[in-house]
């Protein structure tokens, strides 16, 4: 059985004399990997940040997990997790220490087995005890997401998660996103990388000009552009190719 | 939700930063040491207070030195947990928000308190001495966490809204200067009188004056009242500000 576990209505937010949304309706299913596409200052982190109570509408309704964000905050939260743009862990404590501070902020009610369980997960097991300074960006990341699901919510918001990673870092991301989607989670992904969202998600919406412009799968959005005329051209490498080639890494579906 | 666990939780992760970043500490307590040695032993001998006990004297400044530069290092914490995000991902948490803010406080009033501590465990070395009975040294105390109480509020202020460290931090430094404007390490009588205005009619005048007479006299007079006023003053302005700065920004 699947429902809607995220539902947006006419959600409007200006800054100043900005029209930042202006109308911006969409829903997500259970177990979706539901991605939000869209350009620099689309507007994407504005829904996020409006999804995740961390800023109001100028009007709109939203709706998660039948709660209403702006009547019911504090349900809203319980039943969320977010993974903003910018690794938000705590450089001065450890890798450990991070995740037994949200499993104790959550009321988890066994903080040090809940952070054991999350770092094997996420292979950070030989880094738990060093400060998260020494991290890489891709650790840092995994370590970030791995912090979201403590508490176990049922939607997580992950606000760029690959921006401003390298190549390899990335593809662990998307391993993770994508295990994380097996295992039932719901997923709102924004990306500004259009292969990004190819890969990883069911549903695709492009929000433009503070409307979404296209919502649905990648099927769906191929319909909309002339069919394709069969051409023979040699193949180029792509550089990711070339990358990975070079460095001895392969992509993992 | 449990606003007073979660402050604690919050408490606890902010001084595991402290313990890990011992300049925090050393600053804080190092540099006013520095100061009450230079004054003691290089200025001390040409300054005429009317009292024979110099470290007596100059003790209350130095404790406010050590708290104004104290409390640069919460607007530099909480600056960073804005930026790196860390704010916003315990809001959209089902916590309690004014637990962050509150940690940010309490953690301010704790390290402040051992910077004391060890400033006030210098001062005996050099010959402090106090009659002052238990009573005036609550009421030294009391002073003296509202004293910090305020100028953390102050504090949050730039930590929500500087643009970069420098400015989260650099607030401070007109607060550390204030005690050398006022009664803390010469009296205000031999200042030119545009000074001494200033001087007698900033807070740290007052405060340093009350918690002097209460070590030296065990009483505070008038000066208590004013200095008073000043702390409660300035907390629950600036509480005001950095709450609806703290709901806008956060």
């Known amino acids: 059985m699947t429902k809607d576990i995220v539902q947006v209505r006419n959600l409007r937010k200006s800054f100043k004399d900005t029209k930042v949304l202006q109308g911006v309706n969409f829903e997500i299913r259970q177990g979706e990997i539901f991605t939000l596409l869209g350009q620099n200052g689309a507007g994407k982190t504005t829904v996020i940040q409006i999804l995740s109570t961390l800023l109001k509408a100028d009007s709109g309704r939203v709706i998660i997990s039948g709660y209403d964000v702006n009547n019911q905050p504090g349900k809203v939260r319980a039943s969320i997790s977010l993974t903003g743009q910018f690794a938000a862990v705590d450089d001065m404590l450890t890798g450990r220490e991070n995740l037994e501070l949200i499993a104790k902020l959550r009321a988890d009610v066994s903080p040090k087995q809940t952070a054991n369980g999350l770092l094997k997960r996420f292979g950070l097991e030989e880094a738990a005890n060093r400060l998260v300074s020494t991290y890489s960006g891709g650790m840092k990341r995994r370590l970030d997401i791995s912090m979201s699901l403590i508490g176990k919510p049922t939607v997580i918001f992950l606000d760029e998660p690959t921006t401003g990673l390298d190549p390899e870092a990335r593809l662990e991301v998307w391993k993770t996103i994508k295990e994380l989607a097996n295992n039932g989670t719901t997923i709102l992904l924004t990306t500004q990388y259009l292969e990004e969202a190819e890969h990883l998600a069911n549903k695709i919406a492009i929000l433009h000009t503070g409307k979404i412009i296209a919502n649905g799968t990648l099927d769906d959005l191929k319909k909309l552009i002339p069919p394709v005329k069969k051409e023979y051209v040699e193949k180029q490498p792509t550089l990711e190719e070339i990358f990975f080639a070079i460095t001895g890494k392969k992509e993992t579906n | ?250």
Request: glycine share 6%.
């Open chain 2, 1 to 250: 939700m449990n606003p007073l666990r979660e402050t604690f939780i919050l408490l606890g992760r902010s001084m595991r930063h402290i313990l890990r970043s011992p300049d925090t500490i050393i600053t804080v307590t190092i540099m006013p040491i520095a100061f009450m040695l230079l004054f003691v032993y290089v200025f001390g001998g040409a300054i005429h207070t009317g009292t024979s006990n110099y470290v007596n004297y100059l003790l209350p400044g130095i404790l406010l030195i050590s708290v104004a530069s104290g409390v640069s290092y919460t607007a530099f914490r909480l600056f960073i947990d804005m930026q790196k995000g860390i704010i916003a991902r315990f809001n959209s948490m089902p916590i309690n928000r004014s637990a962050v803010l509150w940690s940010h406080v309490l953690t301010s009033i704790v390290s402040n308190s051992i910077s004391l501590v060890v400033i006030i465990g210098v001062a005996l070395i050099m010959g402090f001495r106090s009659s002052a009975s238990i009573l005036a040294w609550i009421a030294v105390i009391g002073m003296l966490l509202l004293f910090m109480l305020a100028l953390t509020w102050l504090a949050i202020i730039p930590g929500l809204k500087a643009k970069s460290i420098d400015g989260a931090s650099a607030f401070s430094y007109p607060l550390i200067l204030l005690p050398f404007i006022s009664s803390a390490f010469v009296p205000t009588n031999t200042m030119p009188t545009a000074v001494r205005v200033f001087a007698e009619n900033q807070p740290v005048t007052t405060i340093v004056n009350s918690i002097r007479s209460l070590l030296e006299a065990g009483s505070a007079g008038n000066d208590i009242w004013i200095a008073l006023a000043w702390c409660i003053g300035i907390t629950i302005v600036a509480y005001f500000f950095a709450i609806r700065i703290y709901r806008r920004a956060a």
